[in-house]
């Protein structure tokens, strides 16, 4: 069974670049996406965006200006960074493995397997 | 864009059964999936490709997906499913990830 651990720094300031990496363990790196979610104090989840193992990469449009996310095979990690934080970027971040086909045309996407979450502050 | 609607709340007696409704323009075109997230912790998948459970997870969670509408049917509520649940779908047009804001399932 797969396991997320992640890490980062956990306070920053505002300006500042958020750092992440998830460690991927005890499982396939390959025919997955992974991906990055946060959850603001007492609100719900949002989609950061994902990776799959060759590269490829999606966004959240309210959010691509500021995210790259990459990946390192040779060590079954991936990383989000996210420039220029504020306040209103506080909040928990989970590292997640996605699940993508299709069936009948019509495509499904889950995510079976989270991280335990890093809280992120941005305080000055 | 693509967005999915959630109650913000819904409440049931134990023993009772909860419907959790996830709405989204043309829903029953894409596979929906539904996350358990207790306080605290990580979310845990529960449902996904409209009706299968993970291994793990209990008989009593169901899920459908038609028209509009997807719906998580918790049967024979029990006090630990009380817990803040998400809608989840996949957009094509924009290859992105779409939650719905949740809703808190309280059992009375």
Known sequence: QAQLQQWGAGLLKPSETLSLTCAVYGGSFSGYYWSWIRQPPGKGLEWIGEINHSGSTNYNPSLKSRVTISVDTSKN???????????????????????FGSISSYYYYYMDVWGKGTTVTVSS | ???????????????????ITCSGDKLGDKYACWYQQKPGQSPVLVIYEDTKRPSGI???????????????????????????????????????????????????
């Open chain 2, 58 to 108: 209990p008989e009593r969670f169901s899920g459908s997906n038609s028209g509009n509408i997807a719906t998580l049917t918790i049967s024979e509520t029990q006090a630990m499913d009380e817990a803040d649940y998400y809608c989840q779908a996949w957009d094509s047009t924009t290859s992105c990830v779409v939650f719905g804001g949740g809703t808190k399932l309280t059992v009375l």
């Open chain 1, 77 to 99: 990690q991936f990383s989000l960074k996210l420039s220029s934080v504020t306040a209103a970027d506080t909040a928990v971040y989970y590292c997640a493995r996605g699940q």
């Open chain 2, 1 to 19: 864009s693509f967005e999915l609607t959630q109650p913000p709340s819904v409440s049931v007696s134990p023993g009772q059964t909860a419907s």
